[in-house]
């Protein structure tokens, strides 16, 4: 076992020989959005990003699904649609899976991936001068509640869906390039919550600069009409007392960084003498990314 549960990463990684390992990692969840096309698509995106987030490139995987036996069958179809084109999009064959019965649809993958058991990517590889890098802006959380309240412009909606529709696969590459080796994907803990967990893994403190970090469009209007996710206002008792936060940021801002994401982006540590020709790189791969803070020594995360 190269990562197992102490301590627990993105995916569990398994040493098959000298130069392959196996990723295997699951996740699933209730519908994110309203379309079962859609939601079968970003529940794919978001199961397979666990590979990227270790380094690796999925190869194979198992739909889980709970459906209600009083629902219509053609919406459970256009699931399995929605995340067997993702799956076939990333290059993942879907053999099989299991369906039961439940009040509430679920849906999601179990995923294995292949990397290189010298090129793993974990949240314990963060190094002190290393710069932090997004590679997808935060917001889901509170744009998508803003749409199950109905209160959201459509633009922002569709912004945010075809964000979580963009698979983490050229990020993994990108990073892979460089020899990145601190790497996780933000989901339900939000950033601050997915920050600190890698600043405990490395041993070392993250400084994050609020001006830095992108956001979705709309999404500081939801933020300051406070339409969080339950999940985002978890994370932020959870993790809160953690996250040192500069005087005078506004409460709404700060919130965002907490926000649940679904299908978000790597938070990548890469080495500071890189960052010229990494951003080139990136460009050059139309692979979206922001410079938003810095691996320092010392412990949790400030945000000023
Ligand atoms: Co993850
Ligand atoms: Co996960």
Redesign the pocket.
């Known amino acids: 076992m190269l990562v197992g549960l102490d301590p627990a990463d993105?995916a569990a990684v398994y040493r098959l020989g000298p130069d392959q390992a196996l990723i295997v990692t699951t996740d699933f969840f209730t519908p994110i959005v309203d379309t079962p096309y859609e939601y079968g698509a970003i529940a794919a995106a978001n199961s397979l990003?666990?590979v990227y987030?270790m380094g690796g490139r999925p190869i194979l995987a198992l739909n889980i699904v709970a459906f209600p036996p009083d629902l219509p069958p053609e919406i459970l179809t256009e699931i399995l649609r929605g995340g067997a084109e993702k799956a076939r999009g990333a290059g993942v064959v879907i053999a099989g899976g299991h369906t039961v019965q439940d009040k509430e649809p679920k849906y999601g993958l179990a995923a294995v991936g292949l990397v290189h058991p010298d090129r793993v990517m974990t949240k314990a590889g963060g190094r002190p001068g290393d710069l932090l890098v997004l590679t997808k802006p935060l917001g889901t959380g509170v744009i998508a509640t803003a749409g199950k309240q109905e209160k959201v412009k459509p633009e922002h909606l569709s912004g945010a869906i075809e964000w979580m529709l963009h698979l983490n696969d050229r990020a993994a590459q990108l990073a892979q390039e460089f020899g990145v080796r601190g790497a996780?994907?933000i989901?339900g803990f939000g950033l601050l919550g997915h920050a600190l967990e890698m600043a405990e893994a490395s041993g070392v403190g993250l400084e994050i600069d609020l001006k830095a970090v992108p956001i979705m469009e709309g999404a500081k209007e939801y933020a300051a009409a406070w339409l969080f996710p339950g999940g985002t206002h978890d994370n932020r008792a959870y993790f809160g007392q953690r996250v040192k936060a500069a005087a005078g940021i506004a409460d709404p801002d700060l919130m965002l960084l907490f926000d649940s994401q679904t299908s978000g982006g790597l938070l990548l540590c890469v080495p500071a003498e890189k960052r010229e020709a990494f951003e080139w790189r990136a460009t050059q791969m139309e692979q979206a990314v922001w410079f938003i803070g810095r691996v320092a020594k010392g412990e949790g995360v400030g945000v000023s």
């Open positions: 993105d990003s666990d987030a996780t994907d989901s």
